[in-house]
């Protein structure tokens, strides 16, 4: 009766063996569990915006509680049409070249799933946000990582090096990941960065996948570049964003790609048997959310600058040395002044000892060597938060 006999992995993928649960999630748990100030997972403990909460309750009391369009409410895809002209010029077709997703993360799942075929490989900068490499497995794709290089004064910015970039594009390219502004780094790309990627996308026929989720929180002057709207690229890239950062509704579940009808089609095809639908009423808030002033996104940033200039002294304070983000709501940190072996048994003597949660930096590289020395920080919470959590991190020894 071999045969009949379940062996425990008998009924499961081989996918699933080659990554690990959601590092970032698992830390949001663990300060739960452990009554923790969470500056893991990145989601605002503050409100959001009261006119786009008021549009989505009056959505769903005007009953529209049934499924939207599969690829999304038509007047969201407009919105989302208009904002992309108005922000980096691109003319977008809400009817051909917009797909609604379940966030972002849905996003670019579908979008790995509509265009990888086994073999295919997926460029992607390394530290990169966690999902991206499961996203390319499930794909059946091979994720191929490229270091950004950190800078040496922790003021600099984080850099790739065009060598090794060329290096990992090859006749089985299939797409590259750029995800500007960039967590955990807090990198945005320049355009002569971007003009580079654009020029290996080219001479390799591949696509540029690009998550922009960030595109609103940027310091220091650094300007937001869609590389869609570099020349050449408009026909090769999917453009990536959604609501939950820009407007504080992480948990609802509205996101969107930006591509080419042939590319849209697939994408829209593998979107609608996977989720129907992103959630109907809140994409009725969403073209009201896309609509708000432009008021609302220099306070989005100016708040956002504000909240990184209060967590990084705190943390400088307290030890860490400071990778200075451009963008993104993030700060990688150093945590060799304090003598733990790794960042895994840095960030659990942290979230249960100190009372403060941060996520490992090895869950953003393949080997975790390489992100032994490194923590990321979030800063997308409330002044009382970021206090509490400067209170709680000045019991931390460092031998300075
Ligand atoms: N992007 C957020 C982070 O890096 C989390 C997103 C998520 O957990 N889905 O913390």
Redesign the pocket.
């Given at each position: 009766m071999a045969d009949g006999v379940t062996r425990p992995k008998h009924f499961l993928s081989d996918k699933v063996e080659h990554f690990t649960e959601?590092v970032?999630?698992e830390m949001?748990r663990q300060a739960m569990l452990h009554s923790a100030i969470n500056l893991?997972?990145?989601?605002p403990d503050f409100p959001a915006p009261a006119e786009i909460k008021h549009a989505a309750q009056q959505a769903v009391a005007a009953d529209i509680n049934q499924y939207a369009i599969t690829w999304g409410a038509k007047n969201l895809r407009q919105a989302i049409a208009r904002q992309m002209q108005a922000w980096q010029g691109i003319v977008v077709n809400p009817e051909t070249e917009v797909t609604v997703c379940c966030?972002s993360?849905e996003s670019i799942v579908s979008t790995l799933l509509a265009v990888c075929n086994p073999g295919d490989e997926i460029v992607i900068f390394e530290p990169f946000?966690?999902?991206y490499g499961p996203d390319s497995v499930i794909s059946g794709a091979r994720p191929r990582f490229v270091k950004l290089h950190p800078p040496n004064d922790y003021v600099g910015e984080w850099t790739f090096d065009e060598r090794e970039l060329r290096a990992a594009f090859s006749h089985q390219t299939k797409a590259i990941i750029v995800n500007t502004p960039n967590?955990?780094t807090g990198k945005v790309f320049t355009r002569q960065e971007l003009e580079f990627i654009r020029d290996l996308c080219v001479e390799f026929n591949v696509l540029a996948i690009t998550d922009e989720?960030y595109g609103h929180i940027l310091y220091d002057g650094a300007e937001h570049i869609s590389i869609a709207s570099l020349e050449g690229m408009r026909e090769r890239t999917v453009t990536i964003n959604g609501m939950?950062?820009t407007y504080a509704v992480?948990g609802w579940r509205v996101g969107w790609t930006i591509a080419p009808p042939t590319i849209t089609n697939a994408i829209r095809k593998v979107h609608d048997f996977l989720t129907v639908g992103a959630p109907a009423p809140l994409q009725e808030a969403g073209a009201a959310a896309l609509g708000l002033p432009e008021s609302y996104y220099h306070k989005l940033a100016d708040g956002y600058l504000a909240r990184r200039d209060r967590l990084i002294p705190a943390l400088v304070e307290a030890g860490f040395k400071c990778f200075r983000p451009r963008g993104a709501y993030?700060v990688m940190t150093d945590i060799s002044a304090f003598g733990f072996a790794d960042d895994v048994s840095f960030t659990q003597n942290l979230v249960k000892e100190i009372g403060v949660a941060a996520?490992p930096g090895s869950s953003f590289y393949k080997h975790p060597r390489d992100g032994a020395r490194q923590v990321?920080f979030?800063f997308c919470k409330r002044d009382e938060t970021l206090d509490e959590a400067a209170r709680r991190l000045r019991r931390l020894h460092a031998h300075k």
């Amino acid at each position: 009766m071999a045969d009949g006999v379940t062996r425990p992995k008998h009924f499961l993928s081989d996918k699933v063996e080659h990554f690990t649960e959601s590092v970032i999630r698992e830390m949001t748990r663990q300060a739960m569990l452990h009554s923790a100030i969470n500056l893991a997972q990145g989601f605002p403990d503050f409100p959001a915006p009261a006119e786009i909460k008021h549009a989505a309750q009056q959505a769903v009391a005007a009953d529209i509680n049934q499924y939207a369009i599969t690829w999304g409410a038509k007047n969201l895809r407009q919105a989302i049409a208009r904002q992309m002209q108005a922000w980096q010029g691109i003319v977008v077709n809400p009817e051909t070249e917009v797909t609604v997703c379940c966030g972002s993360t849905e996003s670019i799942v579908s979008t790995l799933l509509a265009v990888c075929n086994p073999g295919d490989e997926i460029v992607i900068f390394e530290p990169f946000y966690e999902n991206y490499g499961p996203d390319s497995v499930i794909s059946g794709a091979r994720p191929r990582f490229v270091k950004l290089h950190p800078p040496n004064d922790y003021v600099g910015e984080w850099t790739f090096d065009e060598r090794e970039l060329r290096a990992a594009f090859s006749h089985q390219t299939k797409a590259i990941i750029v995800n500007t502004p960039n967590n955990p780094t807090g990198k945005v790309f320049t355009r002569q960065e971007l003009e580079f990627i654009r020029d290996l996308c080219v001479e390799f026929n591949v696509l540029a996948i690009t998550d922009e989720i960030y595109g609103h929180i940027l310091y220091d002057g650094a300007e937001h570049i869609s590389i869609a709207s570099l020349e050449g690229m408009r026909e090769r890239t999917v453009t990536i964003n959604g609501m939950s950062k820009t407007y504080a509704v992480t948990g609802w579940r509205v996101g969107w790609t930006i591509a080419p009808p042939t590319i849209t089609n697939a994408i829209r095809k593998v979107h609608d048997f996977l989720t129907v639908g992103a959630p109907a009423p809140l994409q009725e808030a969403g073209a009201a959310a896309l609509g708000l002033p432009e008021s609302y996104y220099h306070k989005l940033a100016d708040g956002y600058l504000a909240r990184r200039d209060r967590l990084i002294p705190a943390l400088v304070e307290a030890g860490f040395k400071c990778f200075r983000p451009r963008g993104a709501y993030y700060v990688m940190t150093d945590i060799s002044a304090f003598g733990f072996a790794d960042d895994v048994s840095f960030t659990q003597n942290l979230v249960k000892e100190i009372g403060v949660a941060a996520v490992p930096g090895s869950s953003f590289y393949k080997h975790p060597r390489d992100g032994a020395r490194q923590v990321r920080f979030a800063f997308c919470k409330r002044d009382e938060t970021l206090d509490e959590a400067a209170r709680r991190l000045r019991r931390l020894h460092a031998h300075k």
